[in-house]
Structures are given as C-alpha cells and as structure tokens.
C-alpha cells in the first residue's frame, strides 16, 4: 500500500516538480518497457494537469544489445532523421520532454566499443539542434531513474533480484524526497536550499577555483560573466522545472582554455553501457593532455576522442560529501544518482545558461568567451571526503568555498 502511495507520488512529483506540465502541452516521454507502470502513473497526471497530448517512446535493453551484436556495421553510423526531427517538432511547439534513465550498467560489455562509440557520435550529430533546446532550458526537460532488475542487481549484487528491486526502490523514493507527507513542498524547500549557495557564489564573482585533495590537484579560472545555477530552471515563459530528480549540484562553466592539472575519479562512470573506473585526467591549458583508466580505458579514449570540444570541459559542479545521496553510502552506477553524490565535472559542451547572455554568443565566437562546444556531455565524479575548494576573487582575496569534502559556509 505505501508502495503504490510512493509511487503515484512520485509520479505526481515527476509531472509537477520535474517537467511542471501547463494545460495544451504535450509531453514526450522517453523510456524503457519495464518502466511502464510508472510511466502509466505520469501518463494521468500529465492529463490531469490539462496536458494535451502524452507521447511515449519504449525501448528495450534486449533489443538494443541484439541490434549490437547482429546488425551491419553501417547501421552505427546513421540515427533514424525522423526520430530527430519529431523531437525537434516537439520543442518547437513548446513541448517537454521527461527521459527515465534505467540503463543497465554493463550492457555493452561484450559489443565492440567502436561500433558504441560510432553511434554515440552519429545519435550526438542528428539530435544536436534538439540538444540545442535543452541546452539553452529553451523547453522544459527532466529526468528520473526507475529500478530495473539488470540495474538493481548491478547495485546490490549479493541479494536476489526481487530484494535488490526493493533496496533501490527505497533509496530512489529516499533520494527524491518523495517519503514525506508533502514531496513537492519538500522540493519547494530544497530548491530554496540550493539557491542560497548559488547566490552566494555569484555574488563573490570567483576568478579562480582551486581543487584539492590528496590525489586530486586541479586549478581552474571561470569566464567572465559565468553564472552559477543550481537546482529548478526556467523555460522562457518562465515556468520552472527541475531537468534532474533528484539533484543536490550547484554548478556553472570553467573557462574552456584555463584548466591546468590532473583530477581523480571517485565513482564508476557508466557510458555507452561499459564502466570506466578509476581514472585521471590531466589538463594543460583546458585540454586533456593524458589519461589513465583501470578499467574502461579504450571506452574512455573514445569518449574523449568524440569530437575537438570532448577533450575540454563543459561544467564544473559542486555537491557536498554529505548529502541524501552519498549518505546511503551506495554507488548507483547511474549518473544522475552518482553525480548527485559528488562533486562533478563534465566533458564537453558548456551550457549557455551558464554565461550572461550565452544565448547571443554565436557560434564561431564561443572560444572567445571561453564556452566549450562539442556534440557531447558527459558528468564524472570527483568529490571526495577530503576535497577542499579554495576560491579567489579579482581583488584577490581567497575564500574556502569547501573543506573536508563539504561547504565551509
Ligand atoms: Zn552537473
Ligand atoms: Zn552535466
């Protein structure tokens, strides 16, 4: 019974809180087919909050892995034009788009990784002016995870499936704040929480951020005009909505050229359905010079070999060491849970939210600004226990933004 309660609202939270459905709108929902009683959930209150057309767009994981492992070689290099441009059609009219993301970690591990990457690349350049949309917040967008049972027995590989479904249903209902009697007064709250530190950090107008820890040792500038954002955005009718449930990160842009250092992964990152675990980069002037990698190196090397942009930074966020997330101590093999957990940074494209009018910067002139362009995004984690943030004004004072892995104001 309290089940079914927590699902329906988290369902509700998801319509509400995520994507905030305004009557006449129609919503696309991505999604894999073990999700459907959820997304059946979302489908009624999309409608009840006067949506006019719900549009859903199934996949199956065993379908996808038997594409792999059975289809030509060409069929990587193309993603289907018509798959685009509905997406594309979809944001023009002022639609929104909810993902749930459930991906089982290791999918892929046994298809050749160029024939992942070629997709990857080939997906990145036909959704790229869609990608423009989400990327600017100039449509509402959101995105939560759904136990799976390939997922969750990833996560808690010592109990059966049915128990390890169960533990990751908690955790996600945990996480999201959807436990309490009122979620979306809870998201009220936190979204305020979030907006505090945010202002805080704008307000100092840092010049430069100094990462430290003791394996990571990373210094960063910030473009001029950069803007901290965090928790709920706004589409520019100015409804709000949250693009992740859940999500602790107060973040904003690096300078694309002034990144200078060597950085330690602190979580697996999933993509392209292999782990990379255990990895460092090292920066010169923005750009990767040198990687390692204990396990995923070549599925690594081809991530950041995507495009120019892909060996540069896009985002650098910050999330405490204690927070909901990281105190269930577990790791999800799921960025949106992981990244949530820790303080992150990404490869490649920058949002244009990020800079004072970024929407005006064209494109030829991105570098000027400092803004990373590329065909993808890609969040690793990097926070740790004894991560420290020093931040330094222009007037050159220096303020400790975070210390021991948590925020020191
Ligand atoms: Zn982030
Ligand atoms: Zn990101």
Redo the contacts with the bound molecule.
Sequence with gaps: MNFERNIDKYAELTVKVGVNIQPGQTLLVRSPIECAPFVRKVLVHAYNCGAKNVHVEWSDEQCTLLKYLNAPEETFNEFPKWTAEQYVDIAKEGGAFLTVYAQDPDLLKNVDPQRVANFQKASAIALKEWRSYTLSDKCKWSIVSIPTESWSTKVFPNVSSKEAVDQLWDAIFKCSRVEGQDPIKAWENHNNDLKLRMNFLNEKNFKTLKFKSSKTNITMELPEGHIWLSGASEDPTGVSFNPNIPTE?V?TMPHKFKVDGIVYSTKPLVYGGNVIDNFSLTFKDGKIIEFTAEEGYETLGKLIGTDEGSHYLG?V?LVPFKSPISDTNIVFFNTLYD?NASC?F?LGAAYKTCIKNGDDIKDGEMDKHGVNESLTHV?FMIGSRDMNIVGETYDGNEIQIFKDGNWAF
Excluded: G, N, R
Aim: glycine share 0%; net charge negative; aromatic share 12%.
């Design positions: 990160e973040f985002e966020a990244e992150h990404a969040d």
